[in-house]
């Protein structure tokens, strides 16, 4: 792990022991990159090189110096100085919820990049269709609460997999306390107008390769909605369904995803 200086203080980054492409992975709200933790130290982190960000306020990162940026064009921002100071402009991009909302808002900067990967973040409109692209689970609420309770900490967290998963562990809580509550409680300014992207319209004129995983057993979005979008990067012309996970494939079932990924990254390269 090393730490980068970005627009929005210091940000962590961990890397793999692979030596193959180089995947980032960007987690998602209240989150770090130990949600990637079964990559990183898995089999595809031994075959790929990933590199995982912990956003301002996140993980080991720093609490941001300037807390008006904890939006998705200030994370943007933070992701790609340590993007640029990696020399990783030709990457895959993995997203995971925010992390996905994020990868999208890089997008158009990025034209080289080989290809964006998302997950758990169906692509929003301005002003964002939220009751169209997410499931009404009042745990969404706790996403962009300023503070929350241990209990209200785990009823958050607990949306994040299968109804029925067991095998959290103790991590993601840890990651959702940690979080510096005004992370949570600056996402809504991303939606003021022209504070970011219409990732409707980057995912209709995209030309990098885009691929959109979906867990079929997710508690927060909306499968229905991907319907709605005009996708023409889409890879295999469809969203790729996980039959037995949630909103957290990478977590639930990391056979699944990392075949997926692997996949992507090897059919887009």
Known sequence: MRKIDTPNGKIAVHESAGDG??????????ASARAF???????????????????????????????SLYTLRGHAQAVRAAVDALGLAQAHFVGWSLGGHIAL????????????????????????????????????????APSFERAQGAAYVASFFAPEFADVGPTFLEDALRTD???????????????????????????APLAILHGAKEQLVN??????L??????????????????????????AFDALVTAFVAETA
């Open 21 to 30: 492409p180089p995947i980032v992975l960007i987690h998602g709200n209240s």
């Open 37 to 67: 933790a079964k990559q990183l130290d898995g089999p595809l982190g031994a075959r790929f090189r990933l590199v995982a960000i912990d956003l301002p306020g996140h993980g080991a990162s720093d609490d941001a110096t300037d807390p």
């Open 105 to 144: 808002e890089m997008a158009p900067g990025l034209p080289e990049a080989k290809g964006f990967l998302i997950f758990g973040a169906p692509p929003l409109s301005l002003p964002p269709a939220m009751a169209e692209a997410f499931l009404p689970n009042p745990a969404m609420n706790f996403g962009f």
């Open 181 to 207: 509550g005004r992370a949570r409680a600056g996402l809504p300014a991303s939606f003021a107008p022209g504070a970011s992207l219409d990732e409707v319209e980057v995912v209709r004129e995209l030309k």
């Open 223 to 228: 499968d229905a909605w991907f319907a709605t």
């Open 230 to 255: 005009a996708m023409p990067t889409l890879w295999r012309g469809a969203v790729q369904t996980i039959p037995d996970a949630g909103h957290a494939p990478q977590w639930e079932t990391p056979a």
